[in-house]
């Protein structure tokens, strides 16, 4: 006990800065989620004249009836959700099998392979290039496609798998050959169920991916019928006409628009479902960045 | 099974750089890549010939060194601080709070950035003007704008970092602490001895990573926050926005991909510099 009292000076002052320091950042990390949250409920009359506060003098609903009455919310969800579904499980699915022949051991190519993924890594394609592919080539300007074929396969990503993959022993694969499998029922009915921690966390890697993506969209779509909600919040903090643009051309009669007010309706809109499934993914999260800050 | 990931990589990998051959040529559009005329090197003399390689290039190194520096420098921190609560719950608070802000869009974080910052209505401006020192006018003076993205850099990725860096500290066995305490080193100590020195491979990793890509701007970034703002581009336009304009604005295919071309040298020439010097100086810790 005297030892302990006698050391615990300077230690109680570790304890005090750690704390001190996680509660600051975490405060910092904060307040601007809690500005545009409690933002998109003030009033537009009182955002414009107090600006914005952390706590607002009068709340209001209209910014999110306003947004919710158009029809450009509901489009740009759509949007949103069928490219991160869509893409989510085509990627995981090529990345998954691409993965699996890398980390095989029957397979002699692997390392040409490994290493032509690689290779991307280091060297880009550049922007031309890739603009004149998806756009002159491929023909898919304003299309759902573009927002969804240039991220199947995220050369990370795949090496993660690999690096997990490797782990799980070879004598499952021998036993499943022994008893007649063939290398795609092994995949599919053994190596994937047992390795679906990794799976998860590559799931949120690509769908967060997905979901938050708006410089394919920035490239690719002019249509506003295809855009994604990420795409819908730099129109309205770019388009002058942002009245027309969220009511939809179809709505005759224009209101007055709560500027402001439909830009933090549209983030918390945007944010809301990442925020909400937050608590039981964040796990899965840091499940694969410690995987991933292993070297593989 | 590799295919469909094999014909991703040679389509949308590896045919896009063909799209480096039109650096040397006079493209138009109609005539398509092998039809243009080849034009030597004059779209690099229009590109280097300015001014502007030189500050997008500058612009792109000293942000992402800013970024390297603080970003890292504060997640160690940060994950050293975690690693000495041991309320579980204040602990695991804290942490799912600081990992918040990676989830975010740039274009989310953009929307933050104009409710603190613009001139007329921001917090920050609100705040300064009730303590009388006036309201800076932060969107057209390119000099504070390092430091803004520094910060907003630190706010989006350092709550990330410090979970790796965490997990590398979870990964140092106890006995060594154990023991230290029982020759007598305080916690500080053991935090400079021990838990420091330790996370010095993830460090170096991390390092290693970023330095790789330290001619790559974070264009999401940039673009969503300061966008078309030309009044702040002699701080914040990188080589990503300046090819994205030249592309989407100007219609300039050939100096964007003059520029493009130049990008990917420069980026695969620091990454084999720098995996050959910590080859030889700490071999363990190179990526390949």
């Known amino acids: 006990m005297q030892r302990r009292s006698k050391t615990s000076i300077g230690d109680r002052l570790v304890n005090g800065s750690a704390y001190a320091i996680a509660t600051l950042f975490a405060l910092f990390c904060l307040i601007p989620f809690w500005m545009v949250i409690i933002g998109s409920f003030t009033d537009e009359s009182s955002l414009r004249a107090e600006g914005f506060k952390l706590i607002p003098s009068k709340l209001s609903l209209y910014a999110y009836e306003f947004l919710l009455r158009g029809g450009q919310v509901y489009r740009s969800y759509l949007v949103t959700i069928e490219t991160t579904v869509i893409g989510t499980l085509a990627a995981v699915l090529i990345s998954a099998m691409f993965a699996y022949v890398l980390a095989h051991r029957k397979i002699k190519y692997k390392n040409a392979l490994s290493f032509l993924t690689y290779f991307t890594m280091l060297f880009g394609s550049g922007l031309v290039g890739f603009y004149i592919l998806v756009v002159n080539w491929l023909h898919l300007k304003d299309t759902l496609w573009a927002l969804i074929l240039p991220y199947l396969l995220n050369p990370f990503n795949t090496f993660v798998l690999v690096s997990f993959f490797r782990t799980v022993p070879y004598e499952l694969n021998e036993a499943a050959t022994v008893d007649g499998s063939g290398e795609w029922r092994t995949f599919f009915r053994i190596i994937l169920p047992i390795t679906t921690p990794v799976l998860a966390t590559t799931t949120l890697l690509y769908a967060l991916q997905y979901w938050n993506d708006w410089w394919l969209a920035l490239l690719f779509v002019d249509d506003y019928t295809l855009h994604p909600l990420q795409i819908m919040i730099r129109q309205l903090i770019s388009n002058m006409n942002a009245a027309a643009y969220i009511q939809g051309a179809s709505t005759g009669q224009l209101q007055q628009i709560p500027a402001y007010g439909v830009q933090l309706a549209t983030v918390c809109v945007t944010i809301g479902p990442i925020v909400l499934l937050y608590p039981f993914l964040q796990r899965y999260f840091v499940k694969g960045l410690t995987i991933g800050s292993v070297k593989g | ?288």
């Open chain 2, 1 to 288: 099974m590799a295919l469909p990931g094999l014909l991703f990589l040679l389509v949308f990998a590896y045919l896009p750089m063909v799209g480096h051959v039109i650096a040397f040529k006079k493209f138009s559009v109609s005539k398509g890549i092998w039809g243009s005329e080849w034009n030597g090197f004059n779209n690099f003399k229009f590109f280097f010939g300015s001014d502007d390689w030189i500050r997008v290039t500058l612009n792109t190194i000293g942000l992402n060194a800013l970024f390297l520096v603080f970003g890292l420098g504060l997640a160690v921190i940060l994950s050293i601080a975690l690693n000495e609560i041991h309320a579980r719950l204040f602990k695991k608070l804290a942490q799912s709070i600081i990992f918040l802000p990676y989830f975010v869009s740039w274009l989310v974080v953009s929307l933050m950035v104009f409710g603190l910052l613009n001139s007329t209505n921001g917090m920050i401006n609100h705040e300064l003007q009730s303590l009388h020192i006036g309201a800076i006018d932060w969107y057209s003076t390119p000099a504070y704008w390092p430091v803004i993205l520094t910060v907003i850099s630190i706010w989006k990725f350092a709550g990330y970092n410090s979970i790796i860096f965490l997990a590398a500290i979870s990964g140092i066995s106890d006995e060594l602490y154990e023991s230290a305490r029982i020759d007598g080193a305080n916690r500080l100590q053991q935090i400079f001895y021990i838990t420091f020195p330790l996370l010095r491979p993830t460090l170096v990793i991390l390092t290693l990573l970023a330095v790789g890509r330290i001619f790559y701007g974070d264009f999401g970034m940039i673009y969503g926050i300061v966008g078309e703002n030309s009044l702040l581009y002699p701080t914040t336009d990188v080589i990503d926005t300046f090819t994205f304009r030249a592309l989407r604005g100007l219609g300039d295919f050939g100096m964007a991909s003059s520029v493009a071309l130049y990008q990917s040298i420069m980026g695969l020439l620091t990454i084999l510099l720098f995996n050959g010097l910590v080859k030889k100086y700490d071999p363990e810790s190179r990526l390949f």
